[in-house]
């Protein structure tokens, strides 16, 4: 492999390994100092965000929770509990600040009664309208992760995110549904110096790489003479000298 294909592949591991790393929670709530009477507005435990329940009337509690989905190190704690008829068909909001963040991802612990809220539609505000992003039904045996993909809503990328939750399905004023450990993720946005710098590191591995090339192109190639040993010349004939006696 050439030096500028070998730096090549080293700078693409080092940018696939800092993209990984770039990987954060955005706004988490684990809602496990919840209180009752359940206020009407939630700050995030984790990131920058709030979470509004003005929608309902009454119907909130805490119940108990669980750990899945939840921040790492984040115990189980409580969990907030949607309960009643009364309840169908209204929301939870949060608005989550997304400067220097892109490919979101939000996603949520939740389980319910027989009885509960069978359908939690995931809905995302474009500056206009409410756009659906997924519906999630939750168990009614066990707790449960439940994930959807916001990549592809790129105008709340480096901005603002505002998402709402809502309630529908449930048949009876006992039915509920508890949700925990609910998150938005999303990849930091490399600062533009960190990308100039990548870049420029880059370019010197080409030109480093072409002037190795070039050095390599203009060595002399091994001849034969260096390589092979010399012949010996025929020896030279030596011309004898007549030589003649003088007289004494």
Not at 65 to 80: E, I, K, M, P, Y
């Amino acid at each position: 492999m050439s030096a500028s294909k070998k730096w090549f592949a080293f700078m693409a591991t080092m940018l696939f390994c800092a993209q990984s790393a770039l990987a954060d929670v955005v706004a988490a709530w684990n809602f496990n100092a919840l209180v009752e009477p359940v206020p009407a507005l939630l700050v995030a435990d984790n990131g920058h965000g709030g979470l509004s329940l003005a929608d309902f009337s009454g119907g909130l509690s805490s119940l108990v929770g669980t750990d899945v989905n939840a921040v790492s190190g984040v115990l189980a704690g409580q969990a907030l509990t949607v309960t009643g008829l009364s309840q169908n068909t209204k929301s939870l909001v949060i608005d989550v600040d997304t400067q220097g963040v892109n490919q979101l991802q939000f996603s949520m612990a939740a389980r319910r009664s027989s009885s509960g809220f069978s359908s939690l539609l995931v809905q995302v505000w474009n500056g206009q309208l409410w756009k659906d992003v997924g519906a999630i039904s939750a168990s009614t045996t066990q707790w449960q992760s439940h994930s959807l993909d916001l990549s592809s809503y790129t105008f709340i990328d480096n901005g603002s995110l505002r998402l709402r939750v809502q309630f529908s399905g449930a048949t009876s004023s006992s039915g509920n549904a508890r949700i925990d450990n609910l998150r938005v993720d999303g990849n930091l946005i490399p600062a533009p110096g960190a990308i100039v710098a990548i870049g420029a590191a880059a370019t010197l591995g080409v030109r480093r790489g072409t002037r190795t090339n070039a050095t390599e192109a203009q060595r002399p190639q091994s001849t034969q003479s260096e390589t092979t040993p010399a012949l010996e010349k025929e020896p030279a004939k030596i011309r004898a000298k007549k030589i003649t006696k003088k007289p004494k």
